[in-house]
């Protein structure tokens, strides 16, 4: 019954059958992502890094619905959740804390090591300042946090429970880093090496412009210092002032961000207020500029709608009581806001307003409180910085150098007294200046307890003025091990614990003690 | 019995004419007629003679008539009469020159546990011989409603099939069979349809924002099946390799037939009307408002409260005047608790969106008034018909729906072309072609941000809707902005008639699913079958945004848009040799040996923007702002070999092995080929102790069964990549490194599985049990572990962990009532418990989550030692002694920390379906059950907080000045019971978003299917070339029995691994409708 045709079938079916079984090796051919790259050019990552450490330090999460509230630079007078820390609990900041670490700072780390390995410090130079100002946000934010082991995901070895580093360790490190960021930019080749060039979004390439902020970043977290290691925030701060390039001199050496403002890429509080308003001055920024004839105010905010009057509003009300206030406490200022939004037009230039990674008015405050300290800050008193510190944040500001500035900076509690009296004076007009930036305004709070009248509002869940968040509840979850450390030296988890530097103050001229922030 | 010939699938269409061929010589001729009880004559009936591999197959007249060649027309034969959802009947008959008459009578198949099957790679066998277990669902089983995706209407008819339906019209239906195996891989069956894997891709939406688009398997049209069937587990499943962990759906097409050149016609028509099935408790006593006033000014806060989107107004009592208090009387200090009732001042109107000095009442239909009544539409028209040597059917079906949400609408189209051809004498055809069409217009969105029900649950109790209908006259009718859609807030929501009806989205999926096969006879006992479908498709999504839009619609523009098209390619194609003889008198060989190739191709462009510049141009060319582009490629491919032997001893024991080995692209080289095997056993009890027989036991099986089945990774995990962003940011590129840390390690998953099954048959068919326990368990998954964010990396690709899924599944048949007047009652229950346990994660890892709550305030999660599913979530301290809730101030004190509060997997499910049938009618009714786990339901939150929900009256419903809500709980500060009352709306608010109090055990009973349905006289039929009609009555999802308030507890997004937790989603639609349905 078999013929020679149905045998040739069936030799034809077992070949195709064995061939099927061994035509295997093209296979992994198919697996080759088409969609990215297995590597990257540093400028472009450093582009994309630093917009994105922009909008999360001083975009909408952490600064405009977290810490503008926290530090009372505003109040929310719809649903104030956020402002009664509620909506600021752990499982709300995670990811503010879990991006930074796996977004812009994890690639800021390769544009460090891609310029690291070709020796080129116009590279690596300004990805560690962008990374350890990333980094003191973290710090100050949450206290000890992973430092020495982070960011190394990929490394043959590592760990991935990194541990909880202790704050002080981290702050060294800070010093080293900056340090080799200025003095290696200051001994780099001056021809021969291609920097950054136009994909640096903050000084399209200066080296001067890196070494001035790497300069003043580590004045700033020197500073920082002052109540719990004294000699240290000496020492680093004067290096500071000492280091190749300088401190910023003028607004012009601002890190700047400029934001394109093209509808995609737009300052985070215009894209905010396009269809939210939430926000009100709060009643403790009114309190510190409006009796005092501060000009800036018309620009931190709007005349509430009801009666044209400059007024804040108290933090932490009840939905129903804060509510009722929408049409009589001012609005954040007309250049934040974009122009058309859903509930009406104001403003217009808000969608490419500059933000500022670090301002010049915050480097001349804190010449100020250095030279009031008797520190060596290269010439100038404490009286003459601060007086250049409000000139400067009112320059920033696009406040006219007018009568009425002039006014303002002669009324009795606002020109300089020098003493513990001077130093308050400095904290409160830093806390003015670093409107915008809430979680530096906040740690310098925390520093200072500068203005006093800080306070959680009545509905606020604890009767304490945050001193940190807690802990990213990714992190609890996936890295219990590696917090166990931080818990032990830092204290539990929740906003009352204080972090390493943020101790009363011993050595005078000094700040009020440490029953400041809290309820009435 | 004998085994049977088998067949492949693609040609079953065969399966009387192939043998017909082979008897094409001089020889014994064997005829006769096939009826029904009732004496009809049966059509497409297989009469053969298994052992000399000769038959025929019956005509409209129930005749048939072969030859046996006369070479083998000697001694005594089986000669077996079957056709699927009868039972088959055999008889001896002996051969000799003369020719041979035998009748056969053949019943309905009562019980599933005889009869011929549909099992994997379309292979046709009887049910004795099968080691594993399967259900199988006739084409009237599975049509016995309506519903708009065919898999729900298996509902409650499958024991360990959990499925559960979108709530959304045309949403997603997820099916779970037997537990989910894998951690954050693919649960969901491979579908199978006449031989072709086709694709059941999912566009799912989300419980933030998104879009439901359903899954592809909906796309089938039910009156193209004629069979379905359920491979439960990978023992069943494991020849079709790497996606059949999670059980194999088998679909068997309707095929043309001889009919002697008559043409057969078959309608089915049903028209539905539905409704949700479930609607929300609302209050209706307070209004919107905080703190209990509320004047209208602009909806956007310039009035009192009118900006906030709750209802703690003031009391719905027909006020016209007094709904705000006195200037002065508060101030931002003073408390709920201590405003006087004289605070009001009754010299204010109270003022409305609709304008001023309407009395202050409740709408309690607001909500409900915005549904209509949805209708479907749905019919199908088929004719078939062939000769000796070529057959076709034809069928076209339209499904046209318009959706209970306003605006709403689906359309689907099926087209199908079958056909059949004998080529000379050894070669055999088959093509088929489909051609499907589902679209729809205007989804309503899910979740919190986008959707159309969102606002609902942040509503004022005393808003007209129907005076919303006219959104038209513009927002400056009642002082909200000029450029927006007259609402009665202007702050968070649009009106939600203009975001349906003014927001157009449409989505539309064009697909060919087509198949070729050949089937050469090599030789009376082996063929050899080569076959190749591919199945194509594009699914394009158009959604425009009105400028006005809140939530995608930059306010600066004349509106946004959202594009995306997704381009799917999948080819299978297999070759394989089949050997079905029998090695001697006694034993008997079914063996199939094969290599299959598969490649996809699936190719995804995006474009959106927040802003045009022309208004009404929904073009690229047209953005305002620069758009954000997508495109995503992606290409797998895998080569397999495959066997399996069947041995059967003297038709009672049957052992079977089968192997296979693949090699996949997605695994690296040297670690991309992967073997597994299997092997199963079926004893027929009964006939190998025939004195186990009796009156009462009529049958008797076990059988057992162990299998492996490997899988592959998802494609691009080996190496960690850098992604582009498509918009530059002032001209300049920007990179970026991936959150995930690739691992060019990786093995393949491994799932082990062992099944061992009972069928026992009662009273000759009239009761009937099958029953089956497995143990199966996953391990080397592959799944991204979230590693602590400070590596640099969110997450990180392994092979590591273990599932193991353990369950009994058993079906339970009983004709309790048989008369002789024809009155018949059966009975069937399903039942099915699964324990599922996540034995092993990563080291370090104890939990994997799945997906999290609006406010990431509960996760659900796969935590070691747990089951699947974990829900784990912020909830309330308690009392170490008493168990109560600790209180501060009257509150709840929220925990800092999250803890386990449940589990989304059902302690058991099932359904029990009841028919009964009398002369020409009959009446069906079946309830689908779920027992046990839990869901979180982010309605019932939110509609505590802002105060609409029902409950939300307690605390507040004796007077808004003396709230009487006293939580039961300790003290936190003095040990002792609370006594410290609060207001309903500080309570709520000031426990929010603590999930603890809205975790619900997720039972409920579901009057899933009832159908009323009277057969019409035969001669009716007949004119149309048909041979039966009817017309029935059905309802689906008529009633649930549960205790969750106020929402369908049977609700999912996307056949995704992340269920559980519920956000405004609507219930799954009541249907109420008429079926006409004219069969061949």
Known sequence: MINRKQWAVATVVAVALGATACNND??????????????????????????????????????????EWVTQHLAEVQYPDEDAYKRLQASFTAGTFDGAYSGEQEDFQKVIDAGTATNNPLVYAPALVMRTWGFGYLTDTWGDIPYFQALAGDSVGSTLSPTYDPQKAIYDDFFKVLDKASKDLAAAPTSGLVGLGSADPIYAGSRAGWERFSNSLRARQAMRLVNVDPATAKTQFEAAVAAPGGLFRSNADNATFKWPGDGVYDNPWATNFKTRDDHRLSNRLTANMVPQGDPRISVYGMPAESDGQYRGLENA????????????????????????????????????????????????????????????????????????????????????????????????????????????????????????????????????????????????????????????????????????????AQGPDLFQTRMYWDKSPQNAPTYPGPSCGVKP | MRAVPLRVLAALAFVGLAPMALAAQ???????????????????????????????????????????????????????????????????????????????????????????????????????????????????????????????????????????????????????????????????????????PVSNYNRGGGLISGYDYGNAISDLNPDDIQTMTVLKGPNAAALYGSRAANGVVVITTKHGAA??????????????????????????????????????????????????????????????????????????????????????????????????????????????????????????????????????????????????????????????????????????????????????????????????????????????????????????????????????????????????????????????VGSLSATYQIMDWLNATARTGSDIFRFGVDQRYAPGNLVNADPKYNGAFRFFNDYSNENNSDLLVTADRNLSERIHLLATVGGATRRTNFRSDTARTSGISVAGIYNVANAAVTPTLGQYIQRKATNSVYGSAAFTLNNWWTVEGTARNDWSSTLPAGQNSYFYPSVNTSIVLTDAVPALRSNALTYAKLRGSIARVGNDADPYQLQTTYAGVSQKFAGLPQFSLGNVLANAELKPEITQSGEAGLELGFFNGRASLDASYYDKATRNQIFNITVSPTTGFTNKAINAGKISNKGIEALFTVTPVQLSNSFNWTTSFNFARNRSKVEDLYPGISTIVLGQGIFAEVRVEARKGLPY?????????????????????????????????????????????????????????????????????????????????????????????????????????????????????????????????????????????????????????????????????TGRNLHTWTNVPNIDPEFTYSSGNFQGIEYAIPSNPRTIGFNVRITP
Request: charged fraction near 15%; glycine fraction near 12%; proline fraction near 5%.
């Open chain 2, 26 to 196: 001089q020889g014994t001729t064997v005829s006769g007629v096939v009826t029904g009880t009732a004496s009809e004559p049966l059509p497409a009936v297989n009469v053969a003679i298994p052992s000399l591999g000769v038959g025929g197959v019956t005509n409209d007249a129930g005749r048939y008539t072969f030859v046996v060649p006369a070479a083998r027309a000697t001694g005594t034969h089986t000669l077996t009469a079957r056709r699927i959802g009868l039972q088959a009947k055999s008889v001896q008959i002996t051969l000799g020159p003369a020719a041979i008459t035998q009748n056969f009578v053949l019943a309905a198949a009562i019980s599933q546990l005889e009869g011929v099957v549909v099992t994997a790679l379309g292979q046709t066998r009887e049910k004795s011989t099968l080691g594993t277990a399967q259900q199988q669902l006739s084409n009237v089983e599975l049509n016995q409603t309506h519903a708009q995706n065919v898999m729900q209407q298996i509902q409650g008819k499958v024991s360990s099939v959990q499925i559960t339906g979108a709530g959304t019209q045309g949403g997603s239906t997820n099916i779970i069979i037997r537990g989910a195996n894998s951690i954050s891989g693919n649960n969901q069956p491979l579908f199978v349809v006449d031989g072709i």
């Open chain 1, 26 to 67: 093209k296979l992994t051919g198919y697996n080759e992502n088409p969609n990215s790259a297995t590597s990257a050019p540093a400028p472009a990552l450093f582009t994309n890094a630093v917009r994105t450490g922009v909008s999360r330090w001083l975009g909408t999460t952490y600064d405009l619905r977290g810490t």
């Open chain 2, 259 to 512: 009919t002697g050149g008559k043409v057969r016609t078959e309608i089915n028509t049903s028209l539905n009307f539905d409704s949700p099935s479930r609607l929300w408790d609302f209050q209706n006593q307070y209004g919107q408002g905080a703190s209990g006033q509320f004047a209208y000014v602009n909806g956007a806060g310039a009035g009192v409260n009118d900006g906030a989107d709750q209802s703690w107004g003031p009391r719905l009592d027909g006020r016209t005047t007094g709904c705000v208090f006195t200037a002065g009387a508060i101030t931002s200090k003073t408390h709920p608790l201590t405003v006087p009732a004289t605070a009001y001042d009754q010299t204010k109107p109270c003022l409305q969106f609709t304008g001023s000095g309407q009395p202050w009442v409740a709408h309690p239909d607001n909500v409900e008034s915005f549904f209509r009544t949805g209708k479907t539409l749905t019919s199908t028209v088929a004719v078939s018909g062939g000769n000796e040597t070529s057959n076709a059917r034809l069928s076209l079906g339209t499904d046209q729906i318009e959706g209970y949400v306003p605006d709403n609408s689906f359309a689907k189209v099926t087209g199908m072309l079958t056909g059949a051809l004998k080529v000379g004498e050894h070669l055999s055809t088959n093509a088929t072609l489909q051609y499907l069409r589902n679209s729809a217009t205007n989804r309503p969105g899910t979740g919190y941000s986008n959707s159309t029900l969102e606002q609902f649950f942040w509503f004022g109790r005393q808003i007209d809707m129907g005076a919303l209908r006219d959104y038209q006259q513009g927002g400056a009718v009642n002082n909200g902005p000029a450029t927006r859609e007259y609402n009665w807030n202007y702050n968070y929501h649009n009106n939600p008639f203009w975001l349906a009806g003014q927001n157009p989205v449409s989505d539309s999926r064009d697909r060919f």
């Open chain 1, 317 to 488: 009300l009840t939905q129903g009581q804060a509510s009722a206030f929408l049409t009589t406490t001012s609005r954040p200022g007309a250049i934040f806001y974009p122009g058309a939004t859903t509930y009406g037009t104001f403003g217009g230039g808000g969608a490419a307003l500059p933000q500022y990674l670090m301002t010049y008015a915050e480097v001349e405050l804190l010449l100020a409180e250095a030279a009031e300290r008797g520190w060596n800050v290269g010439g100038g008193s404490a009286a003459s910085h601060y007086l250049a510190g409000i000139n400067a944040s009112m320059d920033q500001w696009g406040v006219p150098n007018d009568a009425a500035r002039a006014a303002y900076l002669a009324k009795p509690e606002i020109a300089y007294k020098g003493g513990s009296a001077g130093l308050t004076q400095i904290a409160i007009q830093k806390w003015i200046a670093l409107y915008g930036d809430g979680g530096q305004a906040w740690a310098e709070w925390r520093r200072t307890c500068q203005p006093a009248n800080v306070v959680p509002g009545p509905e606020a869940i604890i009767n304490i003025v945050p001193r940190r968040f807690q802990y990213s509840t990714t992190e609890t979850a996936v890295n219990a091990e590696g917090i166990a450390p931080a818990l032990t």
């Open chain 2, 869 to 1033: 599913g974990t829900i784990y979530g912020q909830g309330f301290d308690h009392d170490s002694a008493t168990g109560l809730v600790l209180t501060d101030g009257g509150i709840p004190v929220v925990s800092t920390d999250f803890k386990v509060l449940g589990n989304i997997q059902p302690t058991w499910t099932g359904g029990w379906n009841n028919t009964f049938t009398y002369k020409n009618w009959n009446f069906g009714a079946l309830l689908d059950i779920r027992r046990g786990g839990q869901i979180v339901s982010e309605t019932n939150a939110v509609g505590e907080y802002s105060g609409v929900l029902k409950s939300s009256l307690r605390g507040r419903e004796i007077d808004w000045n003396n709230p009487g809500y006293v939580v039961h709980g300790i003290d936190v500060n003095t040990g002792q019971p609370n006594d410290v009352a609060v207001t309903s709306e500080t309570f709520f608010q000031a426990t929010f978003p603590a999930i603890e109090p809205y975790i619900y055990d997720d039972s409920y009973v579901k009057l899933r299917e009832v159908r009323i349905g009277v057969d019409l006289p035969t001669r009716w039929a007949n004119k149309l070339n048909a041979e039966s009609m009817s017309i029935a009555l």
